[in-house]
């Protein structure tokens, strides 16, 4: 299985603060990368496809780098309402799709 | 809108069968290339792949689950289920259905399964 390595665990920033969210995939997967923002108790949403298309309706301080095995996901300017686990994911090839192991944000 | 509902026993005893249902609402299951995805979360833990089927019926497990699992298609009822057999403590997770191959664009809310005496 391709594993994900997502750094760091979690991290505490500043309304406004631009944030960086780094992963690292143990072997080429082009740009078969997904982005999930996860808020306590509920279930993951879908923010960025193919490593940098960002999904309708999601806000565009949200973006997504990347190819290969290096990947980087921005926040431009954190919000209250950013407050969550994000993970990275990989569809590369075949499944089994494999996901990060999340990093935490919160607000300083 | 399509919108996706998991239900099932909270409470399952171990070596006993996991099974539940993903409902979903505002499509058809059946529709062409739709493909129906599960996801565990394990308590305070990351997100595991577990399987997906699509429109046809056509399945593709996580091979670490592979021997256990089974899901299926119910279009009379537009249900999507999930079994999995001899569950042990490890089986103990939030499970979501979600659409997608993929990418998943929509999730239901999940449901947490105990395993359990």
């Known amino acids: 299985d391709i594993q994900m390595t997502q750094s760091p665990s979690s991290l505490s920033a500043s309304v406004g603060d631009r944030v960086t969210i780094t992963c690292q995939a143990s072997q080429d997967i082009s740009n078969f990368l997904n982005w999930y923002q996860q808020k306590p108790g509920k279930a993951p949403k879908l923010l960025i496809y193919d490593a940098s298309n960002l999904e309708t309706g999601v806000p565009s301080r949200f973006s997504g780098s990347g190819s290969g095995t290096d990947f980087t996901f921005t926040i431009s300017s954190l919000q209250p309402e950013d407050i969550a686990t994000y993970y990275c994911q990989q569809y590369d090839n075949l499944p089994p799709w494999t996901f990060g192991q999340g990093t935490k944000v919160e607000i300083k | 809108q399509v919108q996706l509902q998991e239900s099932g026993p909270g409470l399952v005893k171990p070596s006993q069968t996991l099974s539940l249902t993903c409902t979903v609402s505002?499509?058809?299951?059946?529709?062409?290339?739709?493909?129906w995805t599960w996801i565990r979360q394990h308590p305070g833990k990351g997100l595991e792949w577990i399987g997906y089927?699509?429109?046809?019926?056509?399945?593709y497990h996580n091979p670490s689950l592979q021997s256990r699992l089974t899901i299926s298609l119910d279009t009379s009822k537009n249900q999507v289920s999930l079994n999995l057999t001899s569950v042990t403590a490890a089986d103990t997770a939030v499970y979501y259905c979600?659409?997608?191959?993929?990418?998943?664009?929509?999730w239901g809310q999940g449901t947490m399964v105990t395993v359990s005496s």
């Open positions: 979600a659409r997608g191959l993929e990418s998943f664009d929509i």
């Open positions: 089927i699509d429109d046809s019926g056509s399945t």
């Open positions: 505002g499509g058809s299951i059946s529709s062409g290339g739709n493909y």
